[in-house]
């Protein structure tokens, strides 16, 4: 079996040119969280602790190749803030994975645990590595190379990794074993996003598009939109995106246009989405079997209600937010709208939602499974349904409601909200 049978299809495509490139994701994250810290009124101390994560390590891996050489690998693993619990957030594994990166997104994962109230604080990992050129075995050994490498600072009550970018749930039971080979028992808590059998929960594969879709459905209704006959698009045909693109076509929505990292489909009519959904390969893409393909820029720019960025970051700019015809627009990928592009959508009237709201499903439903493995007890996939849908309404309302009544946009509300949680843990602590 090859890996690509098997990895998260999360999209991967390279950022169009933009002021992105002069501005990095840990940049512009601490430029908000410094705003949402003057806006609570909190001192500069708070922004102080909340600006850098915690704790960082880098870590560098050996693995036998399958041609018997030894290649090295950089990882990372980064701490934002664990005055609430212990960390939580996903492990990557991609070419382009850097420090600064590892480190703004584990600000991200401390800012959608406050959202969502979950009893965590934000960490985030990495592997410079492509695992599209990798072999399963080369896989299964970085993986465990990794959780030796990182096994000092991780645990089911101090980190919990999870899946992210080109991960899934196999490199999530090799990386379980690994640890509970090291700790000598049974760890189903140290990892979530596992397969079924190992302790995973119902609903994890699915729950950031479920996540998503909850927040499309609560959006809608504040712009007065049907969602049956509503037109979608989405960008990005992986994980959150595919599945998206069912739960929509299964709600009544059309879903007019699809992208992944070679292109883009556009159908103002609605696509077939059922048949593009059978004919993806395992790292989403589908559109190399067309010919009338537009380009992903292209795509942004499509008459519609809802435009969904579900692939990757800096994908709405200064340069092309003029041009985005969606009443509403919904972050289901990482960062994919620029800080500048964020204040062109809201002085137009779009409503944002951003991606640290619309993506916690995923997380949310991590927490789920880990308070299942500590219980040793199992919920039915509608019990999760409906404990995810309770937590994505609540921080939905919550965030819409602060952006109303402090007039700040929906990502800076956002932020405020996501930031209360660690800075009052932390200042209860003692620790500013
Ligand atoms: N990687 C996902 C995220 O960025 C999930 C993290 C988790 O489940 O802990 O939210």
């Known amino acids: 079996m090859k890996m690509t049978d098997l990895v998260n299809t999360n999209q991967v495509q390279k950022p169009c040119n933009n002021e992105s490139e002069t501005i990095d994701l840990l940049t512009s994250t601490q430029l908000i969280i410094k705003e949402a810290v003057q806006n609570l009124g909190y001192n500069d101390e708070v922004y102080e602790l909340l600006k850098e994560p915690l704790r960082t390590i880098t870590v560098r891996i050996p693995v036998r190749m399958d ?5 090295i690998f950089t990882g990372y693993r980064s701490q934002h803030n664990d ?4 960390t939580k957030g996903g492990v990557r594994f991609h070419p382009e994975v850097n420090e600064a990166e590892v480190k703004a997104l584990s600000i991200w994962m401390s800012l959608k645990c406050g959202i969502a109230n979950l009893p965590y604080g934000g960490g985030k990992g990495g592997i410079i590595c492509d695992p599209r050129n990798m072999s399963f075995r080369e896989l299964e050994r970085l993986s465990r190379g990794y959780v030796r490498a990182i096994s000092q600072i991780v645990g089911p009550t101090k980190d919990i990794p999870a899946p992210d970018v080109y991960t899934n749930s196999q490199i999530m039971a090799w990386m379980m074993d690994e640890y509970s080979r090291l700790r000598e028992f049974d760890s189903p808590g140290f990892i979530t996003g596992k397969p079924l059998v190992l302790g995973g929960s119902q609903g994890r594969e699915t729950a950031t598009a479920r996540g998503v879709t909850i927040c499309i459905e609560e959006a809608v209704k504040k712009k007065n939109i049907e969602l049956q006959g509503a037109r979608i698009v989405i960008q990005g045909f992986g994980n959150a995106g595919s599945f998206l693109a069912k739960f929509m ?4 929505a059309k879903v007019i246009g699809i ?3 070679h292109g883009a489909l556009y159908d103002p009519e609605g696509l077939d989405i ?10 989403g893409t589908v559109t190399t079997l067309f010919t009338n393909v537009i380009t992903n820029q292209e795509l942004l720019e499509k008459e519609c209600d809802i435009l969904v960025p579900a692939a990757i970051s800096n994908q709405i700019t200064a340069q092309n937010a003029g041009r985005i015809k969606a009443a509403i627009v919904v972050e289901a990928a990482n960062g994919p709208t620029t800080l500048e592009a964020t204040k062109i959508l809201d002085e137009r009237g779009v409503l944002l939602v951003p991606d640290i709201l619309a993506s916690t499903g995923g997380v949310t439903v991590s927490y789920f499974e880990w308070v299942q493995n500590n219980q040793g007890y199992y919920w039915s996939e509608d019990e999760v349904a409906e404990k995810l849908r309770n937590v994505m309404v609540t921080s939905f309302e919550e965030i819409y409601q602060t952006s109303q009544t402090r007039h700040v946009d929906m990502r800076l509300a956002a932020y405020m909200v996501g930031i209360r949680k660690p800075a009052e843990a932390s200042r209860y602590r003692g620790w500013i």
């Open 67 to 71: 041609d018997g050489s030894i290649k």
């Open 83 to 86: 005055a609430v619990g212990p």
């Open 249 to 252: 076509h299964d709600a009544g």
């Open 259 to 261: 992208s992944d990292a």
């Open 274 to 283: 059922d048949y593009l959904l059978d004919r993806r390969d395992s790292y």
